[in-house]
């Protein structure tokens, strides 16, 4: 059974950071691709970066985070984080984990964080 737990957020200052992480079980993580989607008030949810599984591995950004957001795992905690550096107002979201281990599987999400930034 796939799961994905993910931490809790919190209310940050504008300038801020936070580290939110995303547990997961029920397949194979190494080799799984992990996204991070967010969904502001009023919006759709939308991708914010994911991070490819395998020896390999790399991360991809919407332009609107690059420079501030970064994407890691630790396959050996089955974990990806999503660090939040110099936090903005219209990062207020919440944000999601998702994965789908393999092609012919479903889509499987955390249950989601909100993140507020505000003074």
């Known amino acids: 059974q796939v799961q994905l737990v993910q931490s809790r957020g919190g209310l940050v200052q504008p300038g801020g950071s936070l580290r939110l992480s995303c547990v997961a079980s029920?397949?194979?993580?190494?080799?799984?691709?992990m996204n991070w989607y967010r969904q502001a008030p009023g919006k759709e949810r939308a991708l914010v970066g994911s991070?490819?599984?395998?020896?390999?591995?790399?991360?991809y950004y919407i332009d609107s985070v690059k420079g501030r957001f970064t994407i890691s795992r630790d396959n050996a905690k089955n974990t990806v984080y999503l660090q939040m550096n110099n936090l903005k107002p219209e990062d207020t979201a919440v944000y999601y984990c998702?994965?789908?281990?393999?092609?012919?599987?479903?889509?499987?999400w955390g249950q989601g964080t909100q993140v507020t930034v505000s003074s």
């Open positions: 029920g397949f194979t993580f190494s080799s799984a691709t």
């Open positions: 998702m994965t789908r281990p393999r092609p012919s599987m479903n889509n499987y």
């Open positions: 991070i490819t599984g395998g020896v390999d591995s790399g991360a």
